[in-house]
């Protein structure tokens, strides 16, 4: 075997020495630390800066709201607040708090009724006051976007009483008038009185219905002057984004015959209320609150009731309704549905619904259920397979084509229907145009080569369609105005745009003299595009991506795309970030901001490039991995996180990307325990192909000791060099932190990939890096090295074990061990054939099963198990929704077969990673994976589990550790 040795241990190693003696105290990662770690969540900033809010949670104890406050530089902390929103002016904070881990845990153990569970409470935080409200048994809140200190907020139900006089109005609001329910059809309250929906039904109105409604207490408050409007018997609520005006739905007690549309302006405390004999369904306003829409139906069959959309204008008595069952825009046998959200345009002259089939009455029963059949019918005609057809069922039954209705053109269009799929359009708009896509008479293709679509521009004020495209597979994308569609053709690897305004199609991307393609792409299809990073405000240019650079290119092609980066050189990586939400696109005299990694060291951070000086600045780069950033909307104040194997994330605040400063420390702990440092290591493949990999010691190494190393794998890891590893039970892999703090050594090395051969192509990188790090690094131990993989990585154990005994023992997640049966299998999760990943994927053949079976059949490691001298253990679940499990199976029976050392854990009902809140399989599974190493690589003595198994009928008491 001819290997390369060029690179010689790295010498900073001898400086581990050093920190032993500062480890005298320190404990290792064990298994019942998991509910010490936090991590943080909803990070948010106020749009002036002042206020930062995030959440610090751990995995499932309780967790704290946290209130930064800038310029006092103090934190304001709220156990189990959740949710948060800050108003517009920074006055006030609101939020949920949820019921306690132990106290939740306590109720469901007792069996308690899910109805009878503890509720949410709200908490309300005047930041200059600094005093807090709190109120209990709350089922949600709302905040508007341009709060004037007004938001609302919805209470649960409440146990019903013994003995309830319901006679009583107890939650009449100051300044309400009472609503006379009578049998017309609207009633509109006098300009300036608030209407209490709190009374009781007349005796003459029609019974109430079977179907009783769980409608609760609901309050519109302003915590700054301490105002409030009180309502009985909402069952939902809206909020206009101007922060004015609110509408909810009510009715009267128990009768969904009968329902009341209510909106209110805070301003003039004024309400309009709509009495209906019927259903109102998705409440919406308009930005301005101008405008409120809304479903109604006076059907009486409650399975089958069709709904027509309803418009109640300010300053109108009565609604108007927009479209019924004779509008001429709806197709023939077609209804409003229920099952599309309402949504307005920003100005509100365009409102957006979905139109399905009508409901009919169900026809009375005439068979048992034994007399009918129970059949799927197969048929090769099929465009996707039933197993897609079942994941997609509940989807299908509420299927809806998108419709918008112009109130400035007072007509009504239709956007999407059985050939335009799916449409893209900006709401912050009144865009003409928008992005239609159409897979029709390619979906069977998605079975064994690639998901394809036609690209169509769709006239939004008369619904004409033109083609654009056909036969896409790639990025597409439409402009914030509208103006412009662009794509990637992957077959001459270029970027085009359509200009709907004068239906002209443009090559883009000439002039890019650097790859726009992925230059390391290896599976066997035509490389995909970098991407585009964003438009200008008039939709003008377009940001493409290349290899290392950002260039702005002219949206007509008519200019030559400029390079506003200049990465390459330095081989980093720019990429543009979009930091005003609310206004996705650059404005043109505006810096625009990227992410930067350097490909070397694979640091990052932040550069800065601005249109008037033609330059792109450096801000920030640092030996960290940064997850998430966030500006203010009126300042320049930023909050992000960075990390590194040893910082835990946390947040840092900085103005204008000057001096970061921290102002979390969620995970002080870790200080107490044992943990990692980690290096870029490089190395040979055994065919001499230069790569990178990670290397994770213990922090307090011994060179002059012998570590067991484990090796994991997946495809490429390298540029993760700076990413934390938060402890925490395992949902598949080992974590590289948690191990090192346990005295391994872990080896994670890239991998490339020869197509038609992926079984050696993963032998040659991985078997190559562990030799080579036996080289370079004289304290790993070569008689105590273990694999772990999951998923394409646990293919890859399974292979390399019939290829070498180099390992002591390995672990296999969800491993393919037959290709030529894992073909035709199924992933249960989307339904579809697992042909594509074959011949044009992951698994990297390049040809269907019958045109190449002998790559099928080498590059499967059952047909070699007999080679297998590694003590192996399988994770392969039941509901695997991603490799079918009897892949598993296969693999451990036939290593049963030849009386090899194997084990195969199942956990019964979970899914291919196990699920987050899996707590108690993802606990097993990691306290079993690391025995079964120590075991092998440490030579401590085998479980219970390992040496006598655990029966069927002991298993739910008997775990054998």
């Known amino acids: 075997m001819n290997r390369k040795y060029q690179f010689q241990p790295v010498l900073f190693f001898i400086l581990f020495l050093s920190t032993v003696a500062f480890a005298q105290g320190k404990k290792h990662p064990d298994h019942n630390m998991y509910d010490l770690w936090k991590r943080i969540e909803a990070p948010q900033i106020s749009k002036d800066g002042k206020f930062i809010l995030f959440e610090v949670n751990s995995f499932r104890k309780d967790g704290t709201l946290n209130i930064f406050d800038k310029d006092a530089g103090k934190t304001i902390t709220i156990p189990r607040g959740k949710g948060a929103k800050i108003s517009a002016g920074g006055e006030y904070v609101v939020a949920l708090i949820k019921p306690g881990f132990d106290t939740l845990k306590s109720a469901n153990l007792k069996k308690v009724k899910k109805d009878d569970l503890p509720k949410d409470s709200l908490v309300i935080y005047l930041t200059e006051a600094e005093t807090f409200q709190k109120f209990s048994n709350i089922k949600s809140f709302q905040l508007p976007e341009q709060s004037t200190g007004w938001f609302a907020y919805l209470f649960d139900k409440e146990k019903p009483e013994k003995k309830e006089d319901k006679s009583k109005d107890s939650t009449s609001a100051p300044d309400s008038s009472q609503i006379s329910p009578d049998s017309s059809l609207v009633k509109t309250e006098p300009s300036g009185a608030v209407p209490d929906t709190s009374i009781k039904a007349k005796t003459d109105e029609k019974p109430a219905s079977k179907g009783k409604k769980e409608g609760t207490k609901f309050v519109v408050a302003n915590p700054l002057t301490g105002k409030e409007l009180h309502y009985e018997n909402v069952e939902s609520y809206t909020c206009a984004k101007d922060g004015l005006n609110f509408a909810f739905i009510s009715f009267v007690d128990d009768s969904v015959d009968i329902s009341y549309v209510v909106r209110v302006n805070v301003h003039s405390l004024s309400s309009d209320t709509l009495k209906l004999n019927g259903v109102v369904k998705s409440l919406v306003l308009s930005d301005d609150g101008k405008k409120l829409a809304f479903l109604f139906s006076s059907d009486t069959l409650e399975n089958a009731k069709n709904f027509n959309l309803y418009l109640l204008e300010k300053g109108k008595t009565e609604p108007t309704v927009l479209i019924d069952s004779v509008s001429a825009s709806l197709p023939p046998g077609m209804r409003v549905s229920q099952n599309y959200d309402l949504n307005f345009s920003e100005s509100g002259r365009r409102l957006f619904y979905g139109v399905a089939k009508a409901l009919e009455k169900e026809p009375d029963e005439t068979l048992l259920d034994e007399e009918k059949p129970n059949v799927e019918v197969w048929s090769w005609h099929d465009p996707i397979l039933q197993t897609q057809q079942n994941v997609e069922l509940n989807k299908e039954k509420k299927k809806t084509f998108l419709f918008v209705y112009d109130f400035d053109q007072k007509n009504a269009v239709q956007l999407t229907d059985s050939l335009i799929e799916s449409v893209s359009y900006s709401t912050l708009t009144d865009n003409n145009f928008a992005m239609g896509t159409s897979s029709i008479g390619y979906q069977q293709l998605g079975s064994w080569e690639d998901f394809y679509s036609d690209i169509y521009s769709v006239d939004m004020r008369t619904g004409k369609r033109t083609l654009v495209a056909q036969k896409n597979s790639q990025y597409k994308n439409i402009s914030p105005h509208g103006n412009f569609i662009v794509w990637y053709d992957v077959n001459d690897s270029t970027w085009y745009s359509w200009n709907n305004n004068t239906n002209q199609k443009n090559q883009i991307s000439n002039g890019i003299d650097a790859p726009i393609w992925d230059v390391e792409n290896d ?38 795309p400029i390079n506003i980066t200049n990465g390459a050189n330095s081989k980093t990586e720019f990429r543009a970030l979009i930091l005003n939400r609310k206004k996705p696109w650059f404005a043109k005299n505006d810096d625009i901001y990227f992410r930067i990694f350097d490909k070397v060291t694979k640091e990052s951070g932040f550069a800065a490039y601005s249109p008037k000086e033609k330059k792109t600045v450096q801000l920030i780069k640092t030996p960290n991995f940064y997850t998430w950033i966030l500006k203010a909307e009126n300042s320049n104040d930023v909050i992000f996180s960075r990390e590194s194997v040893s910082e835990s994330p946390d947040v840092y605040f900085s103005h204008g990307f000057s001096t970061p400063v921290k102002i979390s420390d969620i995970n002080p702990q870790q200080k107490d325990y044992y943990w990692a440092n980690v290096q870029l290591v490089k190395y040979h493949s055994i065919d001499g192909v230069p790569l990178e990999g990670l290397l994770y010691v213990p922090d307090n190494l011994d060179v002059s000791k012998k570590y067991p190393m484990l090796v994991y794998y997946y495809e490429k890891y390298s540029e993760n060099r700076y990413r934390y590893w938060t402890p925490g039970p395992s949902r598949s892999i080992i974590n590289p932190s948690f191990y090192a703090g346990n005295d391994y050594v872990i080896f994670i090395p890239d991998i490339v990939y020869q197509e038609g051969f992926p079984g050696k192509s993963a032998y040659n990188c991985i078997v190559g890096g562990t030799l080579e790090m036996i080289d370079q690094f004289p304290f790993i131990d070569r008689d105590r090295i273990g694999l772990q993989g999951q998923s394409w990585g646990g293919y890859q154990t399974a292979y390399l074990i019939t290829q070498t005994n180099l390992y002591k023992a390995a672990m296999a997640g969800a491993p393919v061990s037959n290709m030529t049966s894992a073909y035709g299998g199924i992933r249960w999760g989307s339904g579809l054939v697992r042909e594509f ?71 019964t009902g979970d899914v291919h990673n196990l699920k987050e809140t899996s707590w108690g399989n993802r606990v097993d599974l990691s306290i079993r994976m690391m025995q079964f190493f120590d075991h092998y690589l440490k030579g401590t003595a085998a479980p219970d589990w390992m040496t006598k198994g655990v029966k069927a009928i002991e298993r739910d008491k008997v775990r054998g550790y």
């Open 523 to 560: 599976v066997p299809a035509l490389p995909g595009a970098y991407g585009i990073g964003g438009w200008s405000e008039d939709d003008s240019e377009v940001l493409i991506y290349s290899q290392f650079d950002v260039w702005l290119a002219d949206a007509n092609g008519k200019n030559k």
């Open 837 to 907: 990943q074959y011949e044009k994927g992951q698994s990297r053949i390049g040809a269907s099963l019958w045109d190449k079976l002998e790559l099928y059949i080498e590059n499967s490691p059952l047909f070699y198990l007999d080679r297998v001298n590694t003590p192996l253990l399988i994770m392969s679940n039941d509901k695997d929704d991603a490799v079918p499990w009897y892949q598993g199976i296969e693999l451990f029976t036939g290593l049963r077969r030849l009386g090899k050392p194997v084990w195969l854990l199942n956990y």
